[in-house]
């Protein structure tokens, strides 16, 4: 040993000497990781996704540049998980046509306009006799909602109705009865929502509402709905079903099954935690249930109203109104519950002839999103 190096000296140094070396080695495979994680080319994820597409879909190409335009301009990993969930959103509503018919569209059409025109006290005399009225291309609005193949058709001609024919204005007022469209029919509210907070990537003319009739806007507005947010779910499933119920419906429809669990108060798991224009002296049930739970939450009503109010945000599961709810609920439960429910919703809609829920949905995305990862492990 060389001397004025003590056994306690050489030990650390060799410990040291060990610790450094094993650091370099990490961080030399660190550097270079496996082939299956390395950041692919657009080239590459085009590829991919024209191979995944079934080889009837018409221009397999230009849909594979527009999926992957929008995962770009979004910031969204193109993983093969996240490029399945699209493709199986698209196969799902449109089987990848951009404007896709609807049977009896304009029998659904002139149906919806004599409830709206009841509801409002308007004569449905004099409601027909607005819709005779020449529109912009010569036909009758009355004609063109009658020969409605596709939503775009059907939302073009009430655009023109609202904005031309007076009546049209009161009956409709800014409210176009074609709420979903294009390719992934995405949420034309969601799409305005979208198209205001954050910058549009493509040269648009129109409005929110013509681009997602696009295949290009369709497919970004969709992706976003289903990708662009945070949200800590452990499947894909639960993305799903959010997209058909609205943000963060799975997550709290386990808030309202930990707040039946805590309060013995049976709850529909739908995710709304207040009801649609609801005041403070006539809260909804969830809000009810919660406010039973007051005084062991420590929370009286006005606080919990702020609270639920915030269900529609990213934070919402960090907040003390949930964690604290989930103790209470686990506690009585004596077990860990979950922090995602599929939502319990019939759907209805005048396009829907046969009863349909958001967890048929989101279980039949998820199926075809499995289907598509199963060739790309073959591949």
Known sequence: MAPGITPCKAAR???????????????????????????????????????????????????????????????????????????????????????????????????????????????RLLVHAALQLHSKDGRSYGERIDAAKTEKELSDTFEDFIGLVPLGQRLFGGYNPVRTGGPMQV????????????????????????????????????????????AAYDQMLYRFADYNAGRYASRNAAFQNAVTVASG?????DGDLLREGADIDKPGSTELAVRSLGSRLGLGDRAIRDALAHGDSAGFDRSEIHERVFRLAERAQGRPLPHAVLPRIVLKSPKITRPLTTEWFAKRVAERQQRCLARTSAA
Not at 63 to 84: G, M, N, Q
Not at 203 to 223: C, D, H, K, M
């Open 13 to 123: 140094s060799l410990v040291a000497a060990s610790l450094l070396a094993l650091t370099s080695w990490l961080l030399g495979c660190a550097g270079e990781p496996p082939a299956s994680q390395k950041q692919r080319s657009p080239d590459e994820v085009r590829a991919q996704l024209v191979a995944l597409m079934p080889a009837s879909v018409a221009d397999r190409s230009g849909w594979a540049a527009d999926i992957y335009a929008a995962l770009a301009v979004l910031r969204i990993e193109p993983s093969p998980t996240h490029l399945c969930a699209v493709l199986a959103i698209v196969e799902q509503e449109s089987t990848y046509r951009v404007d896709p018919a609807v049977p009896q569209l304009g029998k659904i059409a002139s149906e919806e306009i004599d409830q709206r025109a009841e509801k409002l006290g308007l004569p």
């Open 187 to 230: 949420s034309i509210a969601f799409a305005e929502r979208q198209w205001k907070d954050k910058p549009y990537p493509y040269p648009a003319t129109g409005s929110a509402r013509a681009e997602v009739f696009t295949r290009r806007g369709g497919l970004y507005f969709g992706i976003a709905h289903l990708l662009d947010f945070p």
């Open 265 to 269: 108060i049976p709850l529909d798991l």
